[in-house]
């Protein structure tokens, strides 16, 4: 286990017997989101931080694109992107499930929604485009729209029934995050919650789960990291 963000020059540590190997940065969402299904299936596995900016020549190896999540499974096949990986940890490791039979269909849509949120979300706090903070929480509150109707539906607390799953997991990270935002854009957030009492009570029920608490991340430390990478001076080690 590397606590340690490793970069250029770098070994790369052996991988452990019996162990599933992540790849990851300590405050990435999408890293965030494999973390969350590995500890709510209870996976054995050990985590390997990366750091971004001046990564291991041996990662590009396994990733060439450098990014991070990746996965290296217990055969030694290389896993890459969050929602492929958390698919794959279902199909390998069934239990408990993350896809509700009765709901699937609508969940893969809703999931296709919701990377517009995390794109609408990244521009925003990597400054990529020009839009104007109040808009962009403007159409990520369209979006939500949706999943509020959808979990009013449902009448359950989570949206994959009495127990998270696929959209729970793969949703939370930037939840978690959504606090960062007016930091970030050093601007107050106004975020009509009134509109959204079934999400507002799901926040609650994702925070007292245990493998959510087991992994939650500052969203004060996260703003930090983001601006420092936006700046180019980041130490991830140091936050
Ligand atoms: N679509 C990918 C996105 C992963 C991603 O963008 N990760 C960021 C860190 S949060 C990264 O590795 N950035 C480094 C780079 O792009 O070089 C996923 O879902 O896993």
Redesign the pocket.
């Known amino acids: 286990m590397s606590i340690l963000h490793l970069g250029h020059g770098s070994e790369q540590p052996p991988k452990a017997e019996g162990k599933i190997r992540l790849y990851s ?1 300590k405050y ?4 965030h989101r494999v973390r969350l299904a590995l500890s709510f299936k209870k996976l054995s596995f050990d985590i390997v931080n990366i750091n ?1 900016k001046n990564k291991p020549e041996w990662y590009l190896q396994i990733h060439p ?5 990746a996965l290296v499974n217990l055969d030694g096949k290389v896993l ?4 492929a990986i958390v698919n794959y940890l279902e199909e390998e490791y069934p239990e408990p499930p993350l896809y509700n039979k009765e709901t699937i269909t609508k969940d893969l849509e809703l999931l296709d929604q919701y990377d517009k949120i995390v794109r609408i979300f990244s521009n925003c706090i990597h400054k990529k485009d020009n839009k104007p903070f109040q808009e962009a929480i403007n159409e990520i509150s369209n979006y939500l729209v949706e999943f509020e109707e959808e979990l009013k539906i449902r009448k359950t607390p989570f949206f994959t029934g009495k127990q998270p799953g696929m959209l729970d997991i793969l949703m939370w990270p930037f939840v978690e995050r959504s606090k960062a935002l007016p930091i970030l854009c050093k601007e107050s957030l106004h975020f009509e919650k009134e509109k959204f009492p079934f999400i507002m009570k799901w926040i609650l029920e994702m925070k007292n789960q245990d493998f959510v608490k087991e992994n939650a991340e500052s969203y004060e430390l996260f703003a930090k990291v983001v601006e420092a990478s936006n700046a180019g001076v980041i130490d991830y080690d140091n936050v």
Request: hydrophobic share 40%; net charge negative.
């Open positions: 940065m990435c969402p999408f890293a971004l694109e450098g990014k991070v999540p890459v992107d969050s929602t």
